[in-house]
């Protein structure tokens, strides 16, 4: 059920500590959330709903700026993906031409809804390679539509669509993926800590990483070098359970203590 919805038989009856929650759980799964929404959505003014968000603020549970608030802390902060395609386009590029080079013919891929496994996905397509993808990404599923590729088949993933990330998650979407074994997943984090943890902002899309990597013959991390200097706040899994890190532009300390732990790195 959706919040609107829900809003919109109770909002005579609606209190304000109930409003709050309801507020925290559109910002928990959007990532970030707008006065004007709030307006809309619950019929308060602009002065209630910054008082809502004051709240919260204090509570911890989000970061005000200007016209709305977003999830609060360098952690849980997570870019759309529109915004994260972007960026370091070049590096991901060179990443997607190195997990396309470790392909067979006829091999069947878990793809994440990182762009980096995106752009791979996308040249996966073009280059005609035989190969089945499963995907909870949207925009991986959209490239079926415009990209003419009867050799690759496409299983989608079901589940709840987050729209800051253009993914299906939720337990419908684990599920879907824990009835498959697949040859190689494709994946990527939002950041990969010191002590070799990789992370996610949002935990239902880290439980959808999680099982692409235990039901893959040989899970495949792609990285550029920014994801060293950040983490997200769910814990994925620790870096020792993939098989191979494609690495762009990262940090050759991190990489070499990567490679003493047993898992493969190539520099891309």
């Known amino acids: ?53 004051a709240i919260l603020e204090d509570e911890g549970r989000v970061k005000r700026i200007h016209g709305g608030a977003v999830l609060p802390g360098f952690a849980r902060r997570e870019d759309s993906f529109q915004r ?31 762009t980096t496994a995106y752009y791979a996905a996308r040249l996966i397509l073009r280059e005609g390679l035989e190969a089945t993808i499963l995907t909870n990404s949207l925009p991986v599923m959209s490239l079926f539509t415009t990209d003419e590729a009867p050799k690759v088949s496409l299983i989608g993933v079901g589940g709840t669509l987050r729209k800051l990330t253009l993914s299906f998650v939720g337990p419908r979407a684990t599920e879907d993926v824990e009835a498959h074994f697949a040859d190689r997943a494709f994946v990527s984090v939002k950041g990969v800590t010191p002590d070799g943890y990789l992370t996610d902002p949002d935990p239902l899309e880290a439980e959808v990483k999680r099982a692409m990597i ?16 950040q983490r997200g706040l769910n814990r994925i899994a620790h870096i020792s359970e993939v098989s191979t890190v494609l690495a762009a532009d990262a940090p050759e300390q991190r990489l070499k203590e990567i490679a003493a732990g047993g898992t493969r790195v190539r520099r891309v």
Do not use: C
């Open 214 to 229: 235990l039901h893959s013959e040989e899970p495949i991390l792609l990285v550029d070098g920014g994801k060293f200097s």
């Open 1 to 53: 059920m959706s919040v609107r919805g829900d809003v919109g038989r109770r909002r005579r009856r609606i209190m304000p500590a109930e409003r709050r929650e309801m507020i925290s759980e559109m910002v928990r799964r959007s990532g970030s959330v707008t006065v004007a929404a709030l307006e809309e959505t619950f019929d308060i003014s602009p002065m209630t709903a910054r008082r809502d968000l």
């Open 84 to 114: 994260r395609l972007e960026e370091s386009r070049e590096a991901k590029e060179r990443l997607a031409r190195a997990a396309l080079g470790m392909l067979g013919s006829g091999e069947t891929l878990f793809v994440d809804s990182s």
